[in-house]
């Protein structure tokens, strides 16, 4: 009971494998497929929704940075040679670039998990608290992004 | 919250209808909240480190508490990066390399761990 148009169109709610286990070959939409929301691509941005993908965002990266980290710690155990060539990537600007952004990652993604736990806690879900503790994130990571790189900067 | 309909028996073994959900997000917040000290920790060190020669960073990173906070935040970072990373694989791939993927990102995060608390082991005690 399936033509290629109805195959298209389960294919387009992207849940076509799931409607498939359940109904078998025999599933016919008997009404106009509707887009599943959220439609990201038409969706206007809000900071709540900016966000929650920038907490994905961010912990990949910072997924990278933990690799990063654990190459740097090989480069040091590996004696004073590769070392400096490590410390030459680290110190170079492109590695300065990606570190100053990773500040920035970690501060949000760390900010926004302690986010996260409050609400855990079922606190903070009035709309008016979750703008304002949204908008404490970004402005709290800009500056301790800010405070690491001078502090980072002078000490070093 | 809204009345919990669940059975008594149910809501104390804590488990949904998935059967594992409560498992992997008990895991992440555990594994964040651990990693709340430790970060903020390595990033002061990293600060004050990072900058100095050979000598100096080795000298930091050979110290006792230093290993000891390195080798913990490598476990609870990768732990956390493993569990995350299957969220995300989970919410874009229905098919069934979704497993393999799953199978992989966690092998691959056991490996860096790993390798980073050899690293770490290397510099105690050859230093």
Known sequence: MSNPSDKRRRESIGAADDLERWFGGDFVPTETFRPIAPNIQVYRPQLTSVLSIANRVTGVALGLGALGLVAWLIAAASGPHLFLIAQNIVFSWPGEIFLIGLTFAFFLHFLGGVRHLVWDTVRGFELRSIYASGWAVVITSIILTAATWVFALRGG | ?127
Request: contains cysteine; hydrophobic residues 55%; proline residues 2%.
């Open chain 2, 1 to 127: 919250m809204g009345r919990d309909t669940r059975l008594p028996r149910a809501r104390a073994r804590g488990l949904g209808s998935a059967h594992g959900g409560t498992h992997h997000w008990w895991a992440e917040r555990v594994s964040a909240i651990a990693l709340v000290p430790l970060t903020i920790w390595l990033l002061v060190g990293l600060i004050i480190h990072l900058s100095g020669d050979y000598n100096e960073v080795v000298g930091w990173l050979a110290s006792p508490v230093t290993s000891l906070l390195i080798i913990l935040l490598l476990i609870a970072a990768f732990h956390h990066v493993a569990l995350g990373l299957q969220v995300i694989v989970e919410d874009y791939n229905h098919g069934e390399s979704k497993y393999l993927m799953i199978l992989l990102l966690r092998f691959g995060c056991y490996a860096a761990a790993a390798s980073g608390i050899l690293a770490e082991l290397k510099i105690v005690f050859a230093t």
